[in-house]
């Protein structure tokens, strides 16, 4: 059994240390330490997450309240602002205080908290609600941090923002669990993404050690869908292959449908569960699939059933953010759904099985339910007039996909081809912005946008922009983004890289300004991705392939 002491000076040591190889030698053989008992939840908590990645955080613990805590223990607020102004990292911030000691600390019989002690502390500030729980949850948090060392107090501190900055994102566990059990991380991520949470992965292989190859989804537990790459043109899809299935791509929201029995759930690609915000899809799935179990895939669309058309991407987003009043809203905004894919059915996986037969599964479980129109073809003018078609009705483009290819959860493969009607959107993470001017005062109107180094973690700027936004998409903008402010510096204020926008541009171009080595010319937001996190934003590595793209067609 550890103690939280010793996680915390683990992350302590992982934190300074930049090469790659020794980060993952020193946090794998504290992994590799971990009783079973406690072997999920540690690496949770190194997540700062207190349940799997799919599940929506509750451990809602504002600064304020960390900051009412910490004043009851004696701490001089100032001083600590100041730290935290010049750290703009509240964690860093604690830790230096405690570290100078003059805190009503429990230095004598300070309780030596177990990882697992923390871990159900947290569970119970969790679940406290109502009347008076920011009281409790006060009194709660004193009785603990009056007992840390200063790495605890840092740790607990950036788990309860949720904020943690050790370098250690969930890719290096994976790395981690690759190590310790010498399998490739190529199948550990597929494992990740098929179990859907990389502490449950952890039990399972501790557990199996030599069976990662029997993991098998788990009904009503999302998992990470499988992505597909950009293509220029045709010509690209039949360099990959020939001949091709094309399905119209379709503007809405991508459903992962579970179904036991008479129960369902819907999950997006985030993984949220939305099954309150969609019964009408529930109910159609009901009607009309006969099997017990069944994991299907779709897009649900907003649609306009007098002119049998879709609705753009920005209706359906309104039915998401619905969990009341939902009847008024299935008449308002009334949805299709179309779906593409099948991946369980009655105990069996069917990722191993080819497209095409997974297709036919789908054609003959599906009862009324649309699938997305599709076409096979090797012939660049029929494709390219389904493409049109496609187009004509407002969706996106089509979707090629390899007639043998198998379903490869989590990944962004080049068996599923996207062909888009214009440049690729980027979608981008806001980590500053600056206040507007004259009219727009009020609100910040200057973004800056970043995108994720994938080697580093880190998120890099590649533009500035005030276009494409209304004033009252800028006003509720600005309200979320407050929430994530870390600090600020004259009219520029820093964010946490959380809110996520889909940006159109001219061209990108290579530039020294930024520290990632790109900028793009004339940007403009052309929506807010709410169903997206900072984790699904584009990487620097993918703006270097585009560019790099870019240039050969100019050539
Ligand atoms: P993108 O967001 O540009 O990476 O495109 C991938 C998304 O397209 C998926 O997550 C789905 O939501 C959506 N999509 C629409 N139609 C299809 C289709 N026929 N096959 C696969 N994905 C589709």
Known sequence: ???FSELAEILEKVEKINEK???????????KSLDKNELKITIWLILGNTEEEWVERKLNVSISTIIRVLRNLGINIKELSLLYKKYGDLGEAVKIIYEKGNIKLNKWFAKKYTIIDIYNELKKIENLEGEGSREKRI????????NLSPFEAKLLTRILQGDMRYGVLEGTIEDCLSYIYGINDEKIKIAHAIIGDIGVLAEYLFNNPKNIENINIRLFHPFKPMLAEKANNFQDVFNNFSPAAFEFKFDGIRAQIHKRGNDVKIFTRRLKDVTRSFPDVVELILNNIKNNEIVVEGEIVAWDYNKNLPLPFQEISKRIKREYEISKYIKEIPVKLFLFDIIYLDGK???????????KILEEIRGNIDLTPMIITSKEDEAKKFFEESINMKNEGLVAKKLDSKYIPGKRD???LKVKGHLEPLDLVIIGGEWGHGRRKNFISDLYLAALDKDTGEYLMVTKTFKGLSDNEYIQLTKELLKYKIKEEGRIIWFKPKIVVEVIYDEIQKSPKYKSGFALRFARVNRIRWDKSEKDVNTIQEIKEFYEKQRKEEI
């Open 21 to 31: 190889s020794l980060k993952i030698d020193v946090l794998s053989r504290f992994i």
């Open 414 to 416: 080049k068996s599923w």
């Open 139 to 146: 009194l709660y948090l004193e009785g603990i941090y009056k």
């Open 349 to 359: 996986l069917l990722i191993n099985d080819e497209y095409i037969n997974r297709r």
């Open 1 to 3: 059994m550890k103690y």
